[in-house]
T-cell receptor
Framework: GAVVSQHPSWVICKSGTSVKIECRSL??????MFWYRQFPKQSLMLMAT?????????EQGVEKDKFLINHASLTLSTLTVTSAHPEDSSFYIC?????????????FGPGTRLTVL | DAKTTQPTSMDCAEGRAANLPCNHS???????VYWYRQIHSQGPQYIIH???NNETNEMASLIITEDRKSSTLILPHATLRDTAVYYC??????????????FGGGTRLMVKP
């Protein structure tokens, strides 16, 4: 299957700092990528849909000014958590659709664990 | 998308078949049943999907009842590495570019030696 990578795999930062997480489709093009957040012992919650070359669509309750998404190319989307606080500590997962395979194929990255002190 | 109901957790003996049920009684005619799994601290992994016919691939089999109100994911010979949370997801039109996945609580499968 297609491979999606995330970087970094884990990050620890101080409260008030910003953290950028990268999501890359390694061997396919993805016009659409999705960002999820998962708190301990909970399911994945969709945060936003990222479309290449346009603004992201955020789910209700997700602050677009706090979680900045940039999808500048067909293989890269970034999520920046601005002014991070301890309550933002979570497991952030991205997924990408393979444009050439059809929209029913969605591949997930390995996730990034963010810990805000 | 229709709501799904899954048992919170299940145990299975290594080498035996694991049968994971999913109830989706409000499924509509154009909704597909998808299964993903998530091993601890990893991203979800696609397993299988189907509309109304039973499906089989190298990972699992998907049995969908005739009325499509429920389905069962079957791992024919479970191994310890199959220990994960299994998500049953119902979604409309997989060819719709705007159609994201909505995850429920899933079933935590524990395969025991």
């Amino acid at each position: 299957g297609a491979v999606v990578s995330q970087h970094p795999s884990w990050v620890i930062c101080k409260s008030g700092t910003s953290v950028k997480i990268e999501c890359r489709s390694l061997d396919f093009q993805a016009t659409t990528m999705f960002w999820y957040r998962q708190f301990p012992k909970q399911s994945l919650m969709l945060m936003a849909t990222s479309n290449e070359g346009s603004k992201a669509t955020y789910e209700q309750g997700v602050e677009k000014d706090k979680f900045l998404i940039n999808h500048a190319s067909l293989t890269l989307s970034t999520l920046t958590v601005t002014s991070a606080h301890p309550e933002d500590s979570s497991f952030y997962i991205c997924s990408a659709r393979d444009t050439n395979r059809g929209y029913n194929e969605q591949f997930f990255g390995p996730g990034t664990r963010l810990t805000v002190l | 998308d229709a709501k799904t109901t899954q048992p919170t957790s299940m145990d299975c003996a290594e080498g035996r078949a694991a049968n994971l049920p999913c109830n989706h009684s409000t499924i509509s005619g154009n909704e597909y049943v998808y299964w993903y799994r998530q091993i601890h601290s990893q991203g979800p992994q696609y397993i299988i999907h189907g509309l109304k016919n039973n499906e089989t691939n190298e990972m699992a089999s998907l049995i969908i009842t005739e009325d499509r109100k429920s389905s069962t994911l079957i791992l024919p010979h479970a191994t310890l590495r199959d220990t994960a949370v299994y998500y049953c997801i119902v979604r409309v039109d997989p060819n719709n570019a705007g159609n994201m996945l909505t995850f429920g609580g899933g079933t935590r499968l524990m395969v025991k030696p």
